[in-house]
Nanobody, 118 residues
């Protein structure tokens, strides 16, 4: 079982920045992929960015060149630096830890709300 605690969300104006953090605990492996997902009202949860243990990254097209994912494996922590935020980035952001690209585990944290005003 893995426990996930996200933080760092908030209300920001368009063009602003936020940095999200997620601490994972429990059954974690150094080879795990760590990822950020988001869910906007009335929409399905979608991948935002993910990072492997070697530092390889994968981003959704909509956030490329604006968001940066990073991780501190020693602390089982993953970060998401979000710059040039847009109103369409408004969503609840969740992290996840899993084995294969784009295949999040069934267990999710409580998420952190990001609201971008125009």
């Amino acid at each position: 079982q893995v426990q996930l605690v996200e933080s760092g969300g908030g209300l920001v104006q368009a063009g602003g920045s936020l940095r999200l953090s997620c601490v994972a605990s429990g059954r974690i492996f150094s080879t795990n992929v760590m990822g950020w997902y988001r869910q906007a009202p009335g929409k399905q949860r979608e991948l935002v960015a993910e990072i492997s243990s070697s530092g390889r990254t994968n981003y959704a097209e909509s956030v490329k060149d604006r968001f940066t994912i990073s991780r501190d494996s020693a602390k089982n922590t993953v970060y998401l630096q979000m710059n040039s935020l847009k109103p369409e980035d408004t969503a609840v952001y969740y992290c996840n830890v899993y084995f294969y690209w784009g295949t999040p585990a069934a267990s999710w944290g409580q998420g952190t709300q990001v609201t971008v005003s125009s």
